[in-house]
């Protein structure tokens, strides 16, 4: 029987909660699909403060560099706000982000048809929305240097620094072009070329990457236009390719067009171990209630089968277990407009385990 090694670091705030709701799903897959899955639990985040006083210890890298994929909750929350940057939470994810080598970070913003009430834009707007934001996420101005607060004469200064060098922007120009391949061949490359040097160049390199890529339509857009024509018509986007700043940005408001940021899972690829985790935060607002939205977990873990393990068919039953719960009418309460059945993150979490195995 086929074995695989699954870090699950769970994190902080709804973090366990949605993870635990993931690892029923994947248990289910298993079963089904007839695999053993060997999951390895390790600290991250405030959670990693807490235990060690760092937030991504050493036993943590260990462990998630000899598994064959990350599973993430989130990481984050006041408790760890006023703490010095470099031993923040989010250091932690930057730091596994960097130590993985996952440069790509795919977003995909799909609308299921049953939610498209909860949408906040007009059912004409969204209704067959499926973008895919494939986000630059091991540069940019958020690994940038100089970066930090210094001080300038009387006064202090804060630095960050907007960098991409030639390879960096080829390496993510050819997994967008090679996604749009699979989808409708239409590539936007989002940069801000009017105002930013770095992005001058990263149009430059996209145009070149393209040269390999000519089936694949190739348009660029300003990013403050993008966010615009996002909420305008969000249906003329087929893939997006961006900065790491912008596509952090950007995915969120294509989250927003699915109905709740609680839907948008992630995948990030190109090092040998890919990481898998819901776009949103860690929600410390409603940690330990039981009512988070659990689907972008569920789906980041679908997404682990199709790109870390080459079985896209599990995606799949998973992705059809998720539409028949909603269809169904049972909704998170995040995603609940009329007439709904609200349940908790458990029984969210249980209906899609039992759709699978009623495949
Ligand atoms: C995300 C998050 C992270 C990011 C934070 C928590 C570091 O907002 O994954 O979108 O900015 O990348
Ligand atoms: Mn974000």
């Known amino acids: 029987m086929r074995e695989i090694t699954v870090a699950v670091l769970p994190g902080d705030g709804i973090g366990p909660e949605i993870i635990e709701q993931a690892i029923k799903v994947m248990d289910a897959v298993a079963g089904k699909f007839g695999f053993k899955i060997d999951y390895k639990e390790a600290l991250i985040g405030g959670a990693a403060i807490d235990e060690t006083g760092v ?7 260990d462990v998630v560099l000899s598994s064959e994929a990350v599973l993430l909750g989130a990481v984050g929350g006041p408790k760890w706000d006023d703490l010095e940057f470099s031993i923040r939470p989010e250091r932690a994810l930057l730091g596994l982000r960097k130590l993985l080598n996952t440069f790509a970070n795919l977003r995909p913003a799909k609308l299921y048809n049953e939610l498209i009430d909860a949408s906040s834009l007009k059912p004409e707007i969204v209704k067959g929305v499926d973008i895919m934001v494939v986000r630059e996420l091991n540069s940019g101005i958020y690994f940038g240097i100089p970066n930090g607060v210094f001080v300038d004469g009387d006064e202090r200064v804060g630095i960050n620094t907007l960098r991409y060098k030639e390879h960096e922007v080829e390496r993510i120009a050819k997994v967008a072009f090679d996604v749009a391949r699979k989808r409708n061949k239409k ?11 770095a992005t001058v160049l990263w149009r430059e390199v996209v145009e070149r990457v393209h040269k390999d890529f000519e089936d694949v339509e190739l348009s660029h857009m300003y990013v403050d236009n993008a966010a615009m024509q996002i909420i305008r018509w969000p249906k003329q986007f087929d893939v997006v390719v961006t900065t790491n700043m912008f596509g952090d940005i950007l995915s969120d408001a294509c989250a927003m067009l699915t109905g709740s940021l609680g839907m948008l899972p992630s995948a990030s690829i190109g090092g040998d171990i890919g990481l898998y985790e819901p776009i949103h935060g860690s929600a410390p607002d409603i940690a330990g209630q039981n009512i988070a939205n659990p689907i972008a977990t569920i789906n980041s873990a679908a997404m682990m089968f199709t790109y870390s393990f080459n079985m896209p068919e599990v995606e799949e039953v998973i992705d059809k277990a998720v539409k028949a719960v909603l269809a169904k009418g049972y909704r998170t309460k995040d995603i609940c407009s009329d007439g709904c059945k609200v349940v908790s993150t458990e029984e969210m979490g249980s209906l899609v385990r039992e759709e699978i195995e009623k495949f």
């Open 187 to 197: 590539v936007t490359s989002v940069d801000k070329a009017n105002v930013l040097e």
């Open 55 to 61: 937030p991504f210890p050493e036993e943590t890298k």
